[in-house]
């Protein structure tokens, strides 16, 4: 397929990463009924996906991206939270999307402690543990 510049190219590249993303998101979240579930899946398969193959689109600087891309990726950033937050308020958190904020935060840090060595699995366990004990649970 021809684009017509660069950035277009590289906004279709983030457009098809998160579309991936989401079809695993969802997949994961489907058939959890339960609030706590859905926010535990969505922490393993979005830490997961972030050290594994999207790994390079997470450690792209977004300063350094073009505003089209940047502002696209936001869009699709925030979309692929929309479950997270939904999870977070079903299980009557106050702000679900300020705790939402302070997950996908979690989540970062468990990203970077494994591109430092740090177990993957591990590295779920710890973040959902942190997240549930932060939750209340």
Do not use: N
Request: hydrophobic share 45%; no cysteine; proline share 5%.
């Amino acid at each position: 397929q021809y684009f017509p510049s660069t950035d277009a190219l590289l906004t279709a590249a983030v457009e098809d990463m998160f579309a991936e993303a989401a079809a695993r998101i969802q997949e994961a979240l489907g058939g959890a009924a339960d609030p706590w579930q859905r926010i535990e899946s969505y922490i393993a398969v979005a830490l997961k996906a972030a050290t594994g193959q999207y790994g390079p689109f997470h450690s792209m600087p977004t300063a350094e991206l073009p505003d089209l891309t940047r502002d696209r990726l936001r869009e699709l950033h925030d979309s692929l939270s929309v479950p997270l937050v939904e999870a977070v308020r079903e299980i009557g958190v106050a702000e679900p999307t300020v705790a939402t904020y302070l997950i996908l935060g979690a989540i970062s840090a468990g990203i970077t402690l494994v591109r430092h060595g740090r177990d993957e699995d591990a590295t779920v366990a710890a973040t959902v543990d942190f997240v549930a004990r932060g939750l209340g649970r």
